[in-house]
């Protein structure tokens, strides 16, 4: 059966009209109105966001066979957000779009499925990986580390992990593009390449990823495939430690012992940071274990 357009047309404005011959095909219109529609209430500002009407009509467009919707319905449902919560419900829902191909829905139940049960963890790399597979930038992340850190049943996997890692940092993630820079740079499960790894501390670093202007410091610090340049190892150290890392504060103490009071002016003059913000060395918080 196929769907027609009969216009109709009068003296002033033509006017259009859609009467569909196919079932199917209304349903599916009637489906993506109704998840339209949900999508705005839950999106709304103000009084205009109602996500009790959002659930019904996402429910309703969901019943009809949109995918999209049963996975926001399964995600809803499971949180209790807009309906009262009911976890099993969630996970079918959840399911039943994942195994249709939603991505977004294959990255959440697989999340569930480790918080659940960690005897699903096989399930779980299955639904998270699909996700990974399609291009999902949380879901490539969060295989790559599952491979690289042997986390929630997955074994360690650091080919895996680095094909992960490298399809995020291609979308220009810098936490992907620390990752892969500590990989070839220390030679972590792969072949050593300090040179392959330093572009992508200095993209990650560039993209404000701390960590990264941390190891970036430490290649300015260490000479090879950079010139040795303490000053440029200072603005990056300055630059991650008015985020917080704890990392550059344990490094700027140990470099104030071998820089001159030149150099400091240098590099804050170059990042036109505060000084006493990018000099702060007060936090005597232990490091956490490094990731990458």
């Known amino acids: ?28 219109t009637q489906a993506e109105e109704n998840y339209q529609s949900a999508k705005a209430y839950m999106n709304a500002d103000g009084e205009k966001k109602d996500l009790v009407r959002a659930y019904e009509l996402m429910r309703a467009a969901a019943d009809q066979g949109h995918v999209d919707a049963k996975a926001i319905v ?25 195994d249709e191909g939603s991505s977004k829905a294959a990255f959440n139940l697989a999340k569930i499925l480790i918080k659940q049960d960690t005897k699903k963890s096989e399930e779980a790399l299955a639904y998270m ?39 995020a940092a291609e979308k220009g993630n810098p936490v992907a593009e620390n990752a892969v820079g500590a990989m070839y740079y220390y030679g972590t499960g792969v072949p050593l390449d300090e040179a392959k790894g330093t572009r992508y501390f200095q993209k990650a670093a560039e993209n404000g990823m701390a960590r990264a202007q941390v190891h970036l410091a430490h290649v300015y610090l260490m000479g090879g495939t950079l010139p040795r340049n303490k000053v440029e190892a200072l603005k990056w150290i300055f630059r991650a430690n008015v985020q917080g890392e704890v990392a550059a504060r344990v490094t700027l103490r ?34 956490p274990p490094p990731r990458y």
């Open 74 to 98: 399964g995600y809803l449902v499971y949180t209790g957000t807009g309906v009262s919560r009911n976890e099993n419900d969630g996970v079918r829902f959840l399911k039943e779009a994942a």
């Open 254 to 287: 140990d470099l104030l012992t071998g820089i001159t009071e030149a150099e400091i002016s240098q590099a804050l003059k170059e990042t036109g940071l505060d000084r006493a913000e990018a000099m702060n060395i007060e936090d005597d918080k232990a490091p």
């Open 129 to 167: 990986k699909q996700a990974a597979d399609s291009g999902m930038l949380q879901a490539e992340l969060a295989l790559a580390e599952w491979y690289y850190f042997g986390e929630n049943g997955s074994p360690v996997n650091y080919p895996e992990a680095l094909k992960f890692y490298e399809r």
């Open 1 to 28: 059966m196929m769907c027609f357009a009969i216009a109709k047309r009068f003296s002033i404005l033509p006017l259009i009209t859609w009467t569909c011959f196919s079932s199917s095909l209304c349903a599916n």
